[in-house]
């Protein structure tokens, strides 16, 4: 009896151990983030500004995948089928959450399926214009459409992106009639506006403030919650719509597959955080408007998700779009 009670007492602590040893073992070979977005947008830049840290580190390669398609969908749903075993990760975003939220019946869930391991950034998104046209506030863009009712329009990389839900909000909010236009990537919103194809847009700044510090865009607006540190005379959006729904923040962070051991997502939370707390990572990331944002643990990087679902709900009810 008393053998069976000391068997019973050891193995938690055994497994305990085992699964300590597995941490310490992991990886044992290459790793794999894959990136929802087109090479070159502002979240692959983010997230390659990362890898070298991040294999020196973990100590095995880290590998970024770009699987660009469906405002993030197809990555989300072939990482969600990969193993669940640490090797493959996925850049998760609030944009995953709200192409669930478009499309209830998509083939994953932003919150079952996968297993949170840390947010990594935070970055509003910019309201920009060609730096040829006469607007110089968001006060001139409203007036123009007010004055053109249906004539202007605004770009995105996809609908239910954030670019989408910021312009949709905009529009909403001061009353306009303007057209969304849909691109097939973020990448693609410098361009149409440079080409005049597009009015306005809300990229994220990762991909707007390069083109704006060119001098090819000019800034109107942040959808942040306070200016951007860079740009101290550009107003952010709420202070010019008096609406809390306008302060809107694109987040990316690292999920893996749901029921991956606590092993391995230990191992990527304690690396990612140690990378992001670096002042050359900050520095990288404030350059291009971004903000590091590591999580605390893997289960305040999911309650933050949880909490984020509700709120980009109310916001997709707000602009009126009801599904793709």
């Given at each position: 009896m ?6 019973a007492s ?12 597995a ?6 070979r ?7 977005y ?6 692959d830049?983010l997230?390659?500004q ?24 197809l990555?989300a749903?072939?990482?969600a089928?990969?193993p ?9 975003s ?18 079952a ?7 990594m ?10 730096a ?15 004055a053109a ?6 770009s ?20 306009l ?13 410098a361009a149409?506006l440079?080409?005049g194809d597009?009015?306005f847009a809300?990229p ?9 510090k ?14 951007l ?17 306008a302060v ?33 990572t900050r ?8 903000t ?6 893997p289960q ?6 949880r ?18």
């Amino acid at each position: 009896m008393q053998r069976r009670q000391f068997l019973a007492s050891a193995l938690p602590i055994a497994l305990a151990a085992a699964g300590a040893r597995a941490a310490d073992a992991f990886p044992a070979r290459s790793v794999r983030i894959v990136v929802a977005y087109a090479a070159g947008g502002g979240p692959d830049v983010l997230v390659r500004q990362l890898g070298p840290r991040l294999t020196e580190l973990l100590g095995q390669p880290v590998i970024i995948e770009n699987k660009v398609g469906a405002a993030g969908v197809l990555a989300a749903q072939y990482v969600a089928q990969q193993p669940a075993d640490g090797y493959n990760l996925l850049m998760g975003s609030n944009t995953h959450l709200i192409q669930k939220i478009l499309q209830p019946e998509l083939k994953y869930d932003p919150i079952a399926d996968f297993a949170p391991v840390s947010n990594m950034a935070a970055s509003p998104t910019v309201m920009v214009v060609r730096a040829d046209r006469p607007w110089h506030k968001v006060e001139d863009v409203i007036h123009a459409a007010q004055a053109a009712p249906g004539k202007l329009n605004y770009s995105s990389g996809g609908i239910g992106t954030a670019a989408h839900l910021a312009g949709a909000t905009l529009v909403s909010l001061a009353g306009l009639k303007a057209q969304h236009i849909p691109l097939k990537g973020s990448v693609e919103i410098a361009a149409s506006l440079l080409r005049g194809d597009t009015d306005f847009a809300f990229p994220v700044a990762g991909t707007g403030i390069p083109q704006v510090k060119g001098g090819k865009l000019r800034m109107l607006a942040t959808t942040g919650a306070a200016r951007l540190k860079d740009f101290p005379e550009v107003p952010t959006l709420k202070e010019v719509l008096k609406n809390e729904l306008a302060v809107q923040e694109s987040w990316f962070g690292l999920w893996a597959p749901a029921r991956t051991p606590a092993g391995p997502i230990a191992r990527w939370h304690d690396v990612l955080v140690r990378v992001l707390a670096e002042p050359a990572t900050r520095a990288q990331f404030e350059a291009t408007g971004n903000t590091a944002t590591p999580s605390e643990s893997p289960q305040a990087f999911a309650a933050f998700i949880r909490a984020e679902n509700r709120k980009w709900a109310d916001i997709i009810k707000l602009a009126g779009i009801t599904g793709i």
